[in-house]
């Protein structure tokens, strides 16, 4: 049998686990089923993952950076700031209108999580996580487009999380693409103001990845 590395061992999971998840619901991913749809041992499951909360963790970890380098690969060197924005949650909602099986996953594990006493605290990793992610994205693009945010960043993400929220949600309630578009043009806009230019000319700086050294 041919080995796999550690880490397509937990990327071959992970995977597995959104299927089931996106096919049956949480409550049928147990880790014997993830295992049966990734075709390997309930010993390979164990030996990628200390626990099942574990491997939730990282799927959410691995739909978070998904979008965040969706997003961040979209700013264009020497951009505005409202053409940055419009561009991240455009990148953003395609990543959504890419798979919206995976979307969908995410809402259900948070339902899920805030229904299962023991996961309660998942919910609120999964929304710190989101929130981290944007933060990097809105420095960057402040930075690149030489502009300060007149609210502390974390706020003004809290605010970018709210908006993505009620644009997948919609999106995914009813299928309204050109209104999605229209929702994020005007969010762009919103956001924009919340900015002011920095005194003299703007220092661009190269973009990073934010979980970049």
Do not use: C, K
């Amino acid at each position: 049998m041919t080995r796999i590395s550690a880490s397509d061992r937990r990327a071959a999971l992970l995977e597995a686990a959104f299927r089931v998840i996106a096919a049956q619901g949480v409550s049928a991913a147990t880790t014997r089923a993830i295992v049966a749809e990734a075709d390997m041992s309930l010993a390979s499951f164990h030996y990628a993952f200390e626990s099942r909360d574990e491997m939730m963790r990282q799927l959410i970890g691995s739909v978070v950076e998904n979008q965040a380098v969706a997003a961040f690969a979209s700013l264009r060197y020497g951009s505005d700031i409202r053409t940055a924005l419009r561009d991240g949650l455009q990148a953003f909602f395609d990543v959504v209108v890419g798979d919206p099986a995976r979307e969908q996953t995410m809402f259900e594990l948070m339902q899920y999580s805030l229904r299962t006493p023991e996961l309660r605290g998942l919910p609120r990793e999964q929304y710190a996580s989101y929130r981290n992610a944007v933060s990097g994205l809105l420095e960057t693009a402040a930075a690149d487009t030489g502009v300060t945010w007149l609210l502390p960043v974390d706020d003004v993400a809290r605010i970018v999380v709210t908006i993505t929220d009620g644009i997948t949600l919609a999106w995914l309630a009813d299928g309204d693409t050109a209104a999605a578009h229209r929702v994020i043009e005007v969010a762009a806009t919103s956001l924009a103001s919340l900015t002011r230019p920095l005194a003299g000319d703007p220092t661009l700086v190269p973009l990073r990845h934010p979980t970049s050294a």
